[in-house]
């Protein structure tokens, strides 16, 4: 895919895309497309791709249609695009990992997408713009077998009462993922809360109570909380900046020797 980097690219970029779209490719198996009125008959051109991105920002939102008939793809593992061309694909696809962002402006809600789609993913990444509950919800209902799942909100503008509503929502929805090994709620940096270690362990406490298969979290200050067999939970390390790590270790090292835990705690230390 040509990448660009002001609107004259772009349209470049969406020219030419407009011009091979009709082409057929026999040997394309990973492909990045732009959003544009040309995506879905290309695709369906292509019934072997196993790896597929749509760029989330349509080219012409005019002109991209907001439904779209099923497309099979039955070698698919990896998708990355839209609500709307999710519903089109996944249903007939062996998808592995599903990133799908969640475009606002369209109505298709969490609970009829993955009414639809839910019941063969294992591994799903959210982008979202809204702390909405109603995603745990339909998790918890349509995807029983999840192992890995996280949500990501990108918008610039967090308001602290709605990541509040939910976050109140993950306990129940972990206790509908008995087989979910990992979970991630991560916030851009308008996040209204940067990241507290403390908070952030007796949530993974709390949580690896709830979940006996859960051993892997991020949360908001982007920490690696990691499960041991012993069932100690510790700071792996940083995602963004591994020169952190030593700060969490430190943390970690405190936590423990002024703290009332278990004794493989210290074990571990």
């Known amino acids: 895919m040509l990448s660009y980097t002001d609107s004259r690219l772009e349209i470049v970029r969406n020219a030419v895309f407009a011009l091979f779209s009709g082409l057929y490719f026999s040997r394309l198996r990973h492909c990045a497309l732009p959003c544009s009125a040309d995506t879905l008959s290309f695709i369906r051109l292509h019934p072997n791709l196993v790896q597929l991105l749509v760029d989330p ?3 012409n939102s005019l002109e991209f249609p907001t439904t779209f008939d099923p497309v099979r ?3 698919l593992k990896i998708f990355k695009g839209l609500t709307n061309v999710a519903h089109a694909i996944i249903p007939g696809s062996p998808l592995l ?3 799908i962002f969640w475009d606002p402006q369209v109505e298709l809600g969490a609970a009829t997408l993955l009414k639809d789609i839910g019941i063969q993913l294992h591994q799903v990444e959210n982008i979202v713009f809204t702390w909405d509950p109603m995603l745990l919800t339909a998790a918890a209902k349509y995807m029983a077998k999840l192992i890995s799942f996280s949500v990501k909100n990108v918008s610039d503008l967090q308001v602290p009462a709605e990541f509040e509503a939910f976050f109140s929502c993950v306990d129940e929805t972990l206790k509908a993922l008995p087989t979910l090994l990992r979970l991630c709620i991560q916030a851009g940096p308008g996040t209204p809360n940067p990241g507290d270690l403390d908070w952030e362990f007796q949530t993974v406490l709390r949580w690896g109570d709830i979940s006996p298969n859960l051993h892997y979290c991020i949360l908001l200050s982007e920490t690696k909380w990691l499960r041991s067999a012993s069932n100690v939970w510790y700071p792996a390390g940083h995602i963004p900046n591994a020169a952190h790590t030593l700060t969490r270790c430190r943390w970690f ?7 009332s835990l278990p004794l493989a705690y210290t074990a571990l230390l």
């Open 57 to 59: 920002v349509p080219s």
């Open 73 to 75: 793809l039955p070698d």
């Open 97 to 99: 990992l599903a990133t």
């Open 253 to 259: 090292l405190n936590t423990v020797i002024t703290s």
